[in-house]
């Protein structure tokens, strides 16, 4: 009987991000007979360190005294040389740029490199340094095609170096029931009737909640009960309140950081993501797994979460930015039509209210919607369908390392 195929995963972290929260999801569903999982991280642990421990396997954190500490490389080597580790499986720049030293250093045969963003057109020295390590990787795991084509057209990857495989989300819960929906409302004080809008997400301009904020004086001539709750935290969460109008009273309300958003997501009528670039907008996915009708803008991986008219509603980015509320400014977007680059662009707020307007204004079309968007999400993004698809790429390169 073959031995279990080693895989070390690496992380720069353990905070409860995305990428984080995906790569622990993958590791309580992984075949645990095919493969021997570890995990390490190269600067700290975090939030999710207490989940990894709980699913008894080996866990590594590397000892980072300063940002160029070299003898982390060595450190992830060893326990890379422990685990004896056919495949090494890093994600995002931090974890790329250390794992992949550390893995030549460890003779690993097989690199796996994840790319999970689209923003690297503001990196100039970190995009030369993942160029020259993708030399050295036998493949580049992007996590929507919007960040493959980055990777192709941006960093030099080839194209037979590519694969998309998208990051599996956990699709067992049920939509929300209207009990559920009346317990949800109830518990955020909002009543049975009250036209009720969701966004949830990190608050920083490149989300575009400021234009989702304008949108609702619009709104509100349609729907003047409509109440928009924006739940995140992040540094841009006082600018964002100074943008709400003085009469909105409690109709706009930044909720900041909820451990609940099932709840609220079960609690609102439409869910609106106005971002300006996302590779894989998780929020969405929940959004539309719940059931719930979505509105979001047309850039980078929303596409592929949304299928316009069909699962939700995808409004066109077509205001051209020369500055994003005094931040740097990434360069470009990537079209999802045709995987062409194209400049940075923010939704119309009238745009978005009209999409929200029409949505509020409809029950049997967001019933539609949300039952289409819920099955779309679960066929593509299933926690478990994700997890074999992944499983396979390993035997693939495995089985390629062996009669290298």
């Not at 160029?68 to 090494?88: C, H, P, T, W």
């Not at 998780?282 to 803008?297: D, Q, R």
């Not at 119309?348 to 409809?362: E, Q, R, T, W």
Request: proline share 5%; aromatic share 6%.
């Amino acid at each position: 009987m073959a031995s279990p195929i080693s895989v070390v995963h690496v992380l720069a972290s353990l905070r409860l991000g995305g990428t984080e929260s995906r790569v622990v999801d993958y590791l309580k569903t992984a075949d645990r007979t095919g493969f021997r999982h570890s995990l390490c991280c190269v600067t700290r642990g975090g939030d999710l360190e207490e989940k990894v421990r709980r699913l008894d396997i080996p866990l590594f954190i590397a000892r980072r005294r300063f940002r160029a500490d070299v003898s982390v490389i060595g450190q992830l080597a060893r326990f890379m040389k422990e685990q004896r580790a056919d495949i090494v499986h890093t994600r995002n720049f931090t974890a790329n740029l250390w794992g992949r030293l550390a893995a030549k250093m460890a003779g690993v045969g097989t690199v796996i490199s994840g790319e999970h963003g689209t923003g690297w057109e503001t990196a100039g020295f970190s995009r030369v340094l993942n160029r020259l390590l993708d030399r050295d990787t036998q493949i580049i795991a992007a996590n929507s095609e919007a960040a493959r084509h980055v990777a192709v057209k941006w960093l030099g990857a080839t194209p037979e170096q590519t694969r998309v495989i998208y990051s599996g989300i956990d699709c067992s819960a049920e939509p929300a029931t209207p009990e559920i929906r009346k317990k949800a409302r109830s518990a955020i004080g909002v009543n049975s009737v009250t036209p009720l809008i969701s966004a949830v997400g990190r608050l920083i301009p490149a989300k575009g909640f400021q234009y989702l904020i304008r949108a609702m004086p619009t709104v509100w001539e349609s729907a003047p009960d409509a109440t928009l709750l924006i739940a995140g935290d992040g540094p841009y969460g006082d600018a964002l309140s100074s943008m709400i109008p003085s009469d909105a009273g409690k109709r706009i309300i930044l909720l900041g950081s909820r451990s609940d958003i099932h709840d609220l997501l079960a609690a609102a009528d439409v869910f609106v993501m106005p971002t300006l670039k996302d590779a894989i907008p998780g929020a969405l996915i929940e959004a539309a797994l719940s059931g719930l009708p979505c509105v979001a803008t047309e850039v980078d991986g929303v596409p592929e979460v949304l299928d316009q008219g069909r699962t939700g509603v995808i409004v066109r980015a077509d205001q051209v930015l020369r500055d994003l509320d005094g931040t740097p400014l990434p360069r470009f977007v990537v079209n999802p039509a045709t995987g062409s680059f194209a400049d940075l662009r923010a939704p119309s707020p009238d745009a978005l209210a009209h999409a929200i307007i029409g949505l509020l204004a409809a029950p049997e079309r967001r019933e539609q919607l949300g039952t289409a968007a819920r099955a779309f999400a679960a066929d593509r993004f299933d926690l478990s369908r994700c997890a074999r698809k992944l499983e396979d790429l390993y035997l693939e390169s495995a089985g390629a390392a062996a009669h290298a």
